[in-house]
């Protein structure tokens, strides 16, 4: 089924570690976006690409990173893990801004 | 600039009673403007564009150009209506800008 699915849900992780959030699309869309968000609170954009070997910041200053070696796949790299980046983390893709965006379920991201 | 402001944070209305989150835009072309839905535990969900000017859970939105608006509308609440609510505008560059939100909660 066509979607866009993002791994792991929840993810307990400690200060300093390295961690890395999974976004994989099957839609064929070449846009695909990173949001951080807080429950109940507005988006912020962190990351976005237009395409393979494409990838822009966003407006949120973040410290994570991002690549885009394949279409169907944007993973979200932290370096290293600290208190301040917990959040929620959704990834999205769109075909053309006239139809707006698809969101997977998100990863709930606690760092200790 | 390119803006969207939802100025209710919360929403509270009383189930069969009529709903109206709002939602002003700021966009200098022809905008296109889009309701996104999210339940509790649930993914973040399109719920209408304008462009299709469809009914989609009873809901509706019309695009006025003249007030810059796109108010989300329902005659009769229903307790499932009750989600967090996002307007969106596809600006330039393919990216959405988005409201804050607004909480919507129906009472019984």
């Known amino acids: 089924e066509a979607d866009i699915y993002q791994t792991p849900r929840y993810l307990v992780i400690g200060t300093g570690k390295k961690i890395t959030l999974e976004c994989s699309q099957t839609?064929?869309?070449?846009?695909m976006y990173w949001y951080q968000q807080d429950p109940g609170m507005e988006l912020h954009l962190i990351h976005y690409?237009?395409?393979?070997?494409?990838?822009e910041k966003g407006d949120l200053s973040s410290e994570s990173t991002v690549s885009r070696i394949r279409t169907e796949h944007f993973p979200l790299t932290l370096e290293s893990a600290r208190p301040s980046h917990t959040s929620q983390y959704l990834c999205?893709?769109?075909?053309?801004?006239?139809?707006?965006?698809?969101f997977g379920s998100g990863t709930r991201l606690t760092v200790v | 600039a390119q803006r969207v402001t939802q100025p209710e944070k919360l929403l509270s209305v009383f189930k069969g009673a009529p709903v109206e989150l709002k939602c002003n835009y700021s966009?200098?072309?022809?905008?296109?403007l889009f309701w996104y839905v999210q339940y509790s535990r649930q993914r973040l969900q399109l719920l209408l564009r304008?462009?299709?000017?469809?009914s989609i859970k009873g809901f509706t939105a019309d695009l006025n150009k003249g007030e810059t608006s796109f108010h989300l509308k329902k005659p009769f609440a229903q307790e499932e209506d009750s989600a967090m609510y996002y307007c969106?505008?596809?600006?330039?560059?393919?990216?959405?800008?988005w409201g804050a939100g607004t909480k919507l909660i129906i009472k019984p």
């Open positions: 304008h462009i299709s000017r469809e």
């Open positions: 966009y200098s072309g022809s905008p296109e």
């Open positions: 839609m064929g869309h070449d846009k």
């Open positions: 969106a505008l596809s600006g330039s560059n393919y990216q959405l800008i």
């Open positions: 999205a893709s769109s075909e053309s801004g006239t139809y707006g965006y698809t």
């Open positions: 690409s237009y395409g393979v070997n494409s990838t």
